[in-house]
């Protein structure tokens, strides 16, 4: 069973910081998806990358697979980024996904 | 992205009765979905993974004769919680899997089960 960690559990910044949440897990895998989850509780995903490093607006997802660590940065963070983010690495022939316990992001205008 | 429905979105009923929850990919035909189940302040947890045209795979702990999926095309899956109880109250939300080289999950907006 893969084994999840995420940190900061909990993490608050003023508008324009930039943000860093981390992911280790314990298996092998075949991707890691972050994900956002808003109050309404609807699950959106953010990226999957299987290796290196991807970008996408003000969000950037980078993996070490030899580490079995991965990161989300989000530059000059705003009051709508606010949300949990969510680690899920992807294993098994099936693409299951294991799920860290989260990150609350808060952010202060 | 592509674009997952459930319904219905909120379901309030009384302890005893079934409850039946719908996933529908609205993009693409989708041979695997998976049901995930998240309480209050909590990281989602894997219930089973439908398969299109066969029996659901459920994790370890999850009774089958209790959460019935049924997976009948390849653009809906529903998922029945059989007589309900307030235990079972939670936010169930579905996944479709975009394979091929992507291997994409998308998810669904969810649903809020209440049991009284």
């Known amino acids: 069973k893969n084994e999840v960690e995420q940190s900061p559990q909990n993490l608050t910044a003023q508008e324009g910081e930039f943000i860093t949440i981390n992911c280790s897990y314990s298996v092998g895998i075949s991707a890691l998806h972050w994900l956002q989850q808003h109050p309404g509780g609807g699950i959106v995903s953010l990226f999957m990358?299987?290796?290196g490093k991807k970008k996408h607006g003000r969000l950037i997802a980078t993996i070490n697979i030899q580490e079995k660590h991965s990161s989300l940065h989000i530059t000059a963070s705003h009051p709508r980024d606010s949300a949990v983010y969510i680690c899920a690495p992807s294993s098994g022939s099936a693409r299951q996904l294991t799920f860290g316990s989260g990150t609350q992001l808060t952010v202060l205008p | 992205g592509a674009v997952v429905s459930q319904h219905p979105s909120r379901v309030i009923c009384k302890s005893g009765t079934s409850v039946k929850i719908e996933c529908r990919s609205l993009d693409f035909q989708a041979t695997t979905m998976f049901w995930y189940r998240q309480f209050p302040k909590k990281s989602l947890m894997l219930m089973a993974t439908?398969?299109?045209?066969?029996?659901?795979?459920?994790e370890q702990g999850v009774e089958k004769d209790k959460f019935l999926i049924n997976h009948a095309s390849l653009t809906l899956s529903t998922l029945t919680v059989t007589s309900a109880h307030p235990e079972d109250s939670s936010f169930y939300i579905c996944?479709?899997?975009?394979?091929?080289?992507?291997?994409?999950?998308?998810f669904g907006p969810g649903t809020r089960l209440t049991v009284l």
């Open positions: 990358l299987s290796s």
């Open positions: 439908s398969n299109e045209g066969s029996k659901a795979t459920y």
């Open positions: 996944s479709v899997l975009h394979g091929g080289s992507s291997d994409t999950q998308y």
